[in-house]
């Protein structure tokens, strides 16, 4: 084996474990967004019993009711919209290379047929394939993570509206 081959051949590698690694960080935002959205789905269980006793008592009970819906339901979307798949809303990237394929990901309308698919992948230049895929995933990585701290930010918020307008209903404020 010569060494460009050798060359070649551990730039294949690393390229394959540098997607490997990006892909995998893809699916842990996935991972921590049902998690998270799963405990704060139980702790909503235990604000609403809470709050529903708050609320009879309340003159304001329509704004506190409208209240603690968009505070339960806007995290809840947040943490769904990581596990939205949003490949399609990765942004998107621009490219000059002329023999890009798109062969690695493979979608249904692109390749219809396995002989349309086996037809692009001889053509493929699998080092551009490769670094087309790492940029693609590090994209969508950084979108599922802005999203997911998103979501814990609006967790947050809402748990801090929930207890002080339970604390402030506790300590007669809200009467």
């Known amino acids: 084996m ?25 699916r842990a935002y996935d991972v921590k967004a049902q998690i998270v959205s799963i405990g704060f ?3 909503l269980g235990f604000i609403t019993t809470i709050s529903e006793f708050s609320l009879a008592h309340s003159d304001y009970s329509e704004v506190l009711v409208l209240i603690f819906w968009i505070s339960g339901v806007v995290p809840i979307a947040m943490f769904g919209y990581v596990l939205y798949p949003s490949r399609s809303l990765a942004p998107k990237l621009g490219t000059k290379v002329k ?7 493979i979608l249904d309308d692109r390749y219809p047929t396995l002989d349309d698919y086996l037809e692009s992948f ?21 979108l599922k ?31």
Request: overall charge neutral; charged content about 20%.
């Open 2 to 26: 010569s060494d460009i081959d050798e060359n070649e051949a551990k730039n294949f590698a690393l390229l394959q474990h540098s997607l490997t690694s990006v892909q995998n960080a893809v």
């Open 99 to 105: 023999n890009l394929q798109r062969s690695y990901y």
């Open 122 to 142: 001889d053509q493929s230049d699998w080092k551009v394939e490769l670094a087309y895929e790492i940029q693609k995933n590090s994209l969508l990585r950084d």
């Open 41 to 43: 789905i139980f702790s």
């Open 145 to 175: 993570r802005k999203r997911f701290v998103l979501g814990l930010y609006l967790a947050g918020v809402s748990f801090i509206l929930m207890f002080t307008l339970q604390l402030f209903h506790s300590l007669r404020f809200l009467i």
